[in-house]
């Protein structure tokens, strides 16, 4: 099983180390999990920190067998201020992962879809009123984040499916949430000026028999599309059965004269204040 650079109680402790530096700094948990620190505060994106997927799938015929180590138990990230879900399936929205983050963050903020509020409160067995319901469109500012939703295409573009432009000072990220390509996307995103591009590459394959995403290709492509200045693959090696090979992006982000990132589960990425 693939090994975390960083995780429990070391990760832990490069977060609270990294939070005196100034700048903007970003860790990869896995999947599609990234956390942001900023000024000293925390976003937590997308975090999918539990086995109940390969559990869950034990006995079927879609085994969803772990490839790599959790990073970190969710009960020990007990500084969280925003957490978002950018859509329904459990990678996005875990009930075993924002469970003990609640538990632990009493006066955490929770972004998600406003079409998924519903689902989100039955699922979580919290108040309607926790998720922060945004539109694609709209924003909400949990300081010192101003956090705007931006459509997804996961097979559909729909309500229940969203993006989110995280802006942090004068920085800005895009977390895509799980998305395919669709009309009229590079004109959505480009004018926000994307400094980090955090997108999904474990592609289209029916008969994975899940919504699919981003191809390697696609994801190298939309960064150069969009003019971002870095991108940051994810949504791989996870689950055997539904990942990619993160040498098949860089090699065609470096085709495309696109600069990238690639991270181990666990590692930190750090960003110069100010930004040139």
């Not at 869950?56 to 969280?80: C, G, N, W």
């Not at 972004?111 to 919290?126: D, K, S, V």
């Not at 998720?131 to 709209?138: D, F, V």
Request: charge should be negative; include cysteine; aromatic fraction near 8%.
């Amino acid at each position: 099983m693939i090994q975390p650079l960083l995780k429990d109680a070391a990760l832990i402790a490069d977060i609270r180390a990294t939070g005196a530096r100034e700048g903007l700094h970003l860790w990869w948990l896995g999947q599609s999990g990234f956390l942001v620190q900023w000024q000293g505060r925390h976003l937590l994106l997308d975090p999918y920190l539990s086995d109940s997927l390969t559990r869950k799938y034990a006995a079927t015929d879609k085994p969803h067998v772990r490839m790599t180590e959790r990073a970190v138990d969710p009960s020990q990230l007990d500084f969280i201020d925003v957490v978002t879900s950018s859509h329904n399936h459990t990678d996005h929205l875990d009930a075993e992962t924002l469970g003990p983050l609640l538990r632990v963050n009493p006066r955490i903020r929770m972004i998600a879809p406003e079409a998924n509020r519903e689902f989100i409160a039955q699922r979580l067995g919290t108040d309607l009123a926790l998720p922060l319901g945004l539109s694609s469109g709209r924003f909400a500012f949990v300081d010192p984040f101003k956090i705007h939703a931006v459509p997804a295409a996961h097979e559909d573009v729909g309500p229940e499916y969203l993006g989110y432009v995280v802006k942090c000072g004068r920085w800005t990220i895009y977390h895509s949430g799980d998305t395919l390509l669709y009309e009229g996307m590079v004109e959505v995103l480009r004018p926000f000026q994307v400094d980090v591009a955090l997108l999904p590459i474990n592609g289209r394959e029916p008969s994975r028999r899940v919504a699919g995403n981003l191809s390697a290709r696609e994801a190298a492509q939309l960064g150069r599309d969009i003019g971002a200045r870095l991108v940051i693959p994810c949504h791989y090696e996870m689950f055997e059965f539904n990942t990619a090979d993160p040498a098949d992006f860089a090699e065609a982000a470096r085709s495309l004269g696109q600069p990238y990132r690639v991270l181990r589960c666990g590692e930190r990425w750090d960003a110069t204040s100010p930004k040139p």
